[in-house]
């Protein structure tokens, strides 16, 4: 049975760091690339960031410069490093694979996690 795994959510103060763990089983996620995707109460689901199978990284204008993804193949797991956080981040975050050379546009994603809350607030 294939399952992503979000962890690493909770509660932050503004302008602190959070990192976000996926984790995949059933399946090993070197061939995929790894989107993180997150939904505001109210709001539609965005896209993150992406990253490919080659490394190479994505980012949405509001969280770039502030936000890393990264992957370690051997322990099947995409990480999301969140930096200077704003209140406007608060979300459910997911991850989501695909097998689509683009930048993980919603469209393209195969399997979701069930997600991890972020919740930035003083």
């Known amino acids: 049975q294939v399952q992503l795994v979000e962890s690493g959510g909770g509660l932050v103060q503004p302008g602190g760091s959070l990192r976000l763990s996926c984790v995949a089983s059933?399946?090993?996620?070197?061939?995929?690339?790894i989107g993180w995707f997150r939904q505001a109460p109210g709001k539609e689901r965005e896209r993150v960031s992406c990253?490919?199978?080659?490394?190479?990284?994505y980012y949405e204008d509001s969280v770039k410069g502030r936000f890393t993804t990264s992957r370690d193949n051997a322990k099947n797991t995409v990480y999301l490093q969140m930096n200077s956080l704003k209140p406007e981040d608060t979300a459910v975050y997911y991850c989501?694979?695909?097998?689509?050379?683009?930048?993980?546009?919603?469209?393209?994603?195969?399997?979701w996690g069930k997600g991890t809350l972020v919740t930035v607030s003083s």
């Open positions: 989501a694979t695909s097998r689509g050379l683009g930048p993980c546009l919603q469209s393209d994603m195969n399997s």
């Open positions: 059933g399946f090993t996620l070197d061939r995929y690339a």
């Open positions: 990253i490919g199978i080659s490394g190479n990284t």
